[in-house]
């Protein structure tokens, strides 16, 4: 006896649908590793070369203070990774997907181009104090503002293509 070909197709397209969000969200988790390792690398510059304090934007657990930088840490990976966790097993969908996007990239945009404690593109070549370093450290930077807009744009799509949020 088959099943109804109505909801198998309607199963396969949310499966597929499932997998682009986790896909993304994937993404979105190594491209924010990548970032982070730079914010340790450059923290680490700022106190062996003696630079500008302000300059620091790391924190516990790549040095000894709980910082700004620490907290933005725990909130993306949960939102990351918690979100691919409940997506695979069918608990969260597209509007979980669309908020985190949002949420993550407030706190990215609040942090690099943002108020006069921004860390801005140009403090961070000139951190690094070599192109060399720097402007992949920027290519990460702008990789990661669009994985979240490729995150809210799924989301988005994920949404119509569905019926729900």
Known sequence: MAGDPIADRAGTRDDTLRRRLVLVAAIAAA?????????????????????????NHSGWPFQHDF???TISMIVVYVLLLGGIWFTLRGRLWAG?????A????AIVVFVHFV????????MIIDTYDNLAAGIPAL????GVVAILAVMAGLAVYVRR?????
């Open 31 to 55: 491209i924010g590793t990548l970032h982070f390792a730079d914010h340790a690398i450059r923290g680490q510059i700022v106190v062996e070369r003696g630079l500008d304090p302000d300059w």
């Open 67 to 69: 910082t700004p930088f």
């Open 96 to 100: 979980y997907w669309l908020g985190t």
């Open 102 to 105: 949002i949420i993550i990239g």
């Open 115 to 122: 108020g006069s404690d921004a860390e801005t593109p140009k």
């Open 139 to 142: 290519v990460v930077l702008l």
């Open 161 to 165: 293509a569905s019926g729900h949020w």
